[in-house]
């Protein structure tokens, strides 16, 4: 079954950088659209970034554009997000996600998610 | 990229049917059939409940509904169960080729 393990979370000071990792089996990851979404404390989820199955289509949210950068590695079935310039309203759990596309090549929805992991910006 | 408007609470008692509502506008929910909603249980990953509006996934209770008119959709939960106190969130296609959650609404089976 499909398997989405986030790991790199932890305590970095403001204005340091990250780099979260999430590790995927149980699906062809080459396949598929990627998502980071993320939810601060006692807040509701915010939508990161995604890209596309080739790599070539990426988009930000807003709140970290310039700031974050998604890419994937097919061979190792990985997916990153390298976050700079950190905030302390960047502190949250991140998550990464499927999306099903069903061939349109827009997301329609985000289908199997990690358990998480804790990013905490803090001095 | 401002965030759909959900109710923040909604309540109902074991056996009773509850409607949450998603409130958009014509460049998200009202202009794409690309509606989702998410069951989240605290500490636990997020779960996909409906997609395309109303389409449900393989083993989601036939008890979760969704619907969509104009820029509002709308998730119906029937007969009510215990276990479906959670969080819940809708999340829509933008026509800027992004992504965009509801606020969340917590469900409370009294």
């Known amino acids: 079954q499909v398997q989405l393990v986030e790991s790199g979370g932890g305590l970095v000071k403001p204005g340091g950088s990250l780099r979260l990792s999430c590790a995927a089996s149980?699906?062809?990851?080459?396949?598929?659209?990627m998502s980071w979404i993320r939810q601060a404390p006692g807040k509701g989820l915010e939508w990161v970034s995604y890209i596309s199955d080739s790599g070539r289509t990426i988009y930000y949210a807003d709140s970290v554009k310039g700031r974050f950068t998604i890419s994937r590695d097919s061979a190792k079935n990985s997916l990153c997000l390298q976050m700079d310039s950190l905030r302390a309203e960047d502190t949250a759990v991140y998550y990464c996600a499927t999306i099903r596309t069903y061939g349109s090549g827009s997301p329609h929805h985000f289908e199997d998610w990690g358990q998480g992991t804790l990013v905490t910006v803090s001095s | 990229q401002s965030a759909l408007t959900q109710p923040a609470s909604v309540s109902g008692s074991p056996g009773q049917s509850i409607t949450i509502s998603c409130t958009g506008t014509s460049s998200d929910v009202g202009g794409y059939n690309y509606v989702s909603w998410y069951q989240h249980h605290p500490g636990k990953a997020p779960k996909l409940m409906i997609y395309?509006?109303?389409n449900r996934p393989s083993g989601v209770s036939n008890r979760f509904s969704g619907s969509k008119s104009g820029n509002t959709a709308s998730l119906t939960i029937s007969g009510l169960q215990a276990e479906d106190e959670a969080d819940f969130y809708c999340?829509?296609?933008?026509?800027?080729?992004?992504?965009?959650f509801g606020g969340g609404t917590k469900l409370t089976v009294l």
């Open positions: 149980g699906f062809t990851f080459s396949d598929y659209y």
């Open positions: 999340s829509s296609y933008t026509s800027s080729s992004t992504l965009v």
């Open positions: 395309d509006v109303s």
